[in-house]
């Protein structure tokens, strides 16, 4: 079954802080690990994304640590913002099924100013 | 550079109307992809094409639900009819071929309330 299991659902952290959302996957033939961000009324964009020959990925504040002997990666938030305020999505893509992409069920992070 | 278009943006309908949702992929995009946004089940992929061609429906819930890819610029979601329980946000994304990054760049929605 291609899932992809995420938690926390949501995530109050206060400003400075670093939020961190996990995720886990089934599929071993899935070979990209993005993350995407949605503000409301917004389709979802990409944030950052993580192929599985790393373990770890980070553009400016968010970093993505990637385990793939424990089929688990992760999505740090350094000194977090009001801004940042979204919800976050994991998900994979496969190759074998398809060429498709499959998300997690989403991340509510609320910032405190 | 025009994103992924989505129309229309709101549609409220009744209970057993046609709704019929509308893409356009960003110019040079081989695939496209249709997913639906609810809370209580995330983003649920329903069809994706690749260059016009539906390659897994495998997510459309029922023969209500149909979508086509005339050419490299257009696709359409149709429902008929509607039910209370398609209620949600429909989001087209589309996305370079194979060998680049994968990313999808997704339009805005069609937020769709069917009394």
């Known amino acids: 079954q291609q899932q992809v299991k995420q938690s926390p659902q949501s995530l109050i952290v206060q400003k400075g802080g670093i939020p961190i959302i996990n995720c886990a996957y089934e599929?071993?033939?899935?070979?990209?690990f993005p993350w995407y961000q949605q503000f409301p009324g917004k389709g979802p964009a990409l944030l950052i994304a993580?192929?599985?020959?790393?373990s770890e990925k980070k553009e400016g504040r968010f970093t993505i640590s990637f385990n793939k002997s424990a089929k688990q990666f992760s999505l740090h938030i350094m000194d977090s913002q009001p801004g940042d305020s979204a919800t976050y999505f994991c998900?994979?893509?496969?190759?074998?099924?398809?060429?498709?992409?499959?998300f997690g069920a989403g991340t509510r992070l609320f910032v405190k100013a | 550079d025009a994103g992924v278009i989505q129309s229309p943006r709101h549609e409220v309908t009744e209970m057993g109307q046609e709704v019929t949702l509308r893409c356009k992929p960003i110019?040079?995009?081989?695939?496209l992809f249709w997913y639906r946004q609810t809370m209580m089940r995330g983003l649920e992929l329903l069809i994706y094409?690749?260059?016009?061609?539906?390659?897994?429906d495998s997510g459309m819930p029922e023969d209500r639900f149909s979508a086509k890819m005339p050419n490299a610029s257009f696709s359409t979601l149709k429902i008929q009819p509607s039910e209370p329980r398609d209620s949600a946000v429909y989001f087209c994304?589309?996305?370079?071929?194979?060998?680049?990054?994968?990313?999808?760049?997704f339009g805005e929605g069609s937020r769709l309330t069917v009394l």
């Open positions: 994304a589309s996305s370079p071929n194979r060998g680049a990054s994968g990313e999808l760049f």
């Open positions: 599929n071993t033939a899935f070979d990209y």
């Open positions: 993580i192929r599985p020959d790393v």
């Open positions: 998900a994979a893509r496969g190759v074998t099924g398809g060429f498709k992409t499959i």
């Open positions: 110019s040079g995009h081989d695939y």
């Open positions: 094409f690749n260059n016009n061609v539906p390659i897994d």
